[in-house]
């Protein structure tokens, strides 16, 4: 079934009053398990190379040829994911619209390493990476963490931005209290950040997605490599700087940048109702789905379409 498409005014679903409290639980219960090595099938992917960006590192890329005069599309990945682990089950999908490139952000997977992560110095690498690949603008389709960095390099770069696809992202995390109650959890946990308990960190998140999508569990092996390219100390340093982070000023400069923002309706990590809020405050169109914030993974075909119809509001409004 296609996504729900809903204009940006569109009135917004009230949340449960206990929202995300039944998810948190059994998240916890899921990382108490031991991490299992799971199947060791590999899936297809397109080819990739290490790519050096002058001045700035070295970090890894795929690209895709698509239909010849269509924008360019930047994939970005989430926190603790690798461009791989978040699209690939949708880039042949993705390509037949638009030529993709998939980035490893900087402190994930293959990335550029060095310094500590902040927003404008990933939205520098993906300028330098245009740069590279001589690639004069392109649209920025960014997952989670890789919303709020299309958004932010929109804001930084705004003449190397066609337009931008922020998903399942919101413009602070640090509203509420539950979101910064789990902030302050996670770095309690910084000085054990090499324990074995924590050092595997994010493959113990994902340990409730694959019980619940035994689909996955052929690739639990990879999915597991993947997860580990990105250290438990990279990943709390990251989350610092998305928590120190807030775009509520800044967003209507992007009302002029096409754009439109997948929301995801049931998500118990990224809350619904401030991934409206920032449609809303960049005057992006909206194309909700019904499902969590592991949908890349459990419903790859539902975000396949998400993304397309995304990418075709946002060619509308480039013209």
């Known amino acids: ?35 299992s090595a799971g199947g060791t099938d590999l899936p297809p992917l397109p080819p990739g ?7 700035r590192g070295t970090t890894f890329v795929r690209e895709l040829s698509g239909p010849t005069g269509r924008t360019p599309v930047v994939l970005l990945h989430g926190w603790t994911m690798t ?11 993705l390509a037949r619209e638009h030529p993709l490139v998939a980035m490893d952000t900087r402190s994930h997977g293959r990335g550029i ?6 927003y404008d110095d990933a939205a520098d690498d993906l300028v330098a990476l245009l740069d590279t690949l001589g690639l004069d603008r392109a649209i920025l389709a960014g997952f989670s963490l890789g919303g709020v960095t299309a958004m932010a390099t929109a804001l930084r770069h705004p003449d190397r931005v066609a337009g931008i696809v922020p998903q399942a992202c919101a413009l602070t995390y640090a509203s509420l209290p539950r979101d910064r109650a789990v902030h302050r959890s ?5 000085g054990l950040a090499e324990h074995p308990v924590c050092a595997r960190l ?15 569990l052929p690739y639990w092996g990879w999915l597991s490599a993947e997860l580990a390219t990105t250290s438990t100390r990279e990943m709390l340093e990251v989350i610092d700087a998305v928590f120190a982070t807030d775009l509520r000023g800044e967003a209507a400069a992007l009302r002029g940048t096409p754009s439109a923002f997948v929301v995801l309706e049931r998500d118990r990590v990224c ?3 401030l991934q409206r809020a920032a449609a809303e405050a960049i005057g992006a169109s909206v194309v909700a789905v019904p499902a969590d914030h592991n949908l890349a993974l459990t419903r790859p075909h539902q975000y396949g379409d998400a993304l397309l119809a995304a990418l075709a509001h946002v060619r509308d409004r480039i013209g």
């Open 113 to 118: 390493r060095g310094t500590r992560f902040t």
């Open 1 to 35: 079934m296609p996504p729900a498409v809903a204009d940006s005014t569109a009135s917004r679903p009230r949340a449960p009053r206990w929202w995300g409290l039944r998810r948190d639980a059994r998240f916890v219960a899921a990382a108490l398990r031991p991490v």
């Open 271 to 273: 809350r619904p109702d």
């Open 83 to 93: 461009a791989d682990l978040n699209y690939h089950r949708v880039y042949d999908l």
């Open 202 to 216: 994010s493959q113990r998140y994902w340990h409730d997605t694959i019980r619940r999508h035994p689909d996955l």
């Open 186 to 190: 996670l770095r309690a946990v910084e």
């Open 49 to 55: 190379r290490h790519l050096p960006l002058p001045g």
